[in-house]
């Protein structure tokens, strides 16, 4: 893995060797260069190691995607804001099978750097509501959990919302 701004530098080299080959009239050899000089860009975006744990977490696979994600050595340096809540997230939902307490910070980490997708902040909010449940923070997670409802624009997550407001009713 690239440091982000090596990846930049990458895609500019990639851009001038490009214009250098249409100069020497390869047009071809240029249109080429066009075109891979948006890999390292879609890369400086969407962090690869990121792609693969997404990719191993949909098979289920909590302990491949686990070792996806710890190649990333210093996550603030070499992933843009919007990856690192990603990274972020990713860990919580790995921790939460496990440890629930520890996951917390994560997926508060997560909601502070920001996720893309609604859908994935309302899964962060919904576990952050379920952990401050479990250490009877009733008004914490009330409000989380109204938050999560808010951003469940296609009702994805309407059982479990409702769920955990009757269990905490009986608390």
Do not use: C
Request: hydrophobic share 45%; glycine share 4%; proline share 2%.
């Amino acid at each position: 893995m690239f440091h982000k701004n090596i990846k930049l530098v990458l895609a500019i080299l990639i851009f001038a060797a490009a214009i250098w080959q249409f100069t020497e009239s390869n047009i071809g050899n240029g249109i080429f260069l066009i075109l891979l000089t948006f890999i390292p860009i879609f890369l400086y975006y969407k962090n690869e190691y990121i792609l693969l744990a997404f990719l191993k977490l949909r098979k289920q696979d909590f302990p491949g995607s686990k070792i996806w994600l710890d190649r990333i050595k210093n996550p603030e340096t070499a992933l843009v804001r919007k990856q690192q809540g990603y990274y972020n997230y990713l860990n919580g939902l790995m921790l939460s099978q496990t440890n629930l307490h520890q996951s917390e910070k994560f997926f508060k980490k997560a909601v502070e750097l920001g996720l893309s997708m609604d859908m994935d902040l309302a899964v962060a909010k919904l576990n952050l509501a379920g952990i401050a449940m479990s250490r009877r923070r009733k008004m914490e997670a009330t409000a989380l959990l109204n938050e999560a409802k808010k951003l469940d624009k296609q009702n994805m997550l309407k059982d479990q919302i409702t769920m955990m407001k009757d269990q905490m009713k009986k608390i």
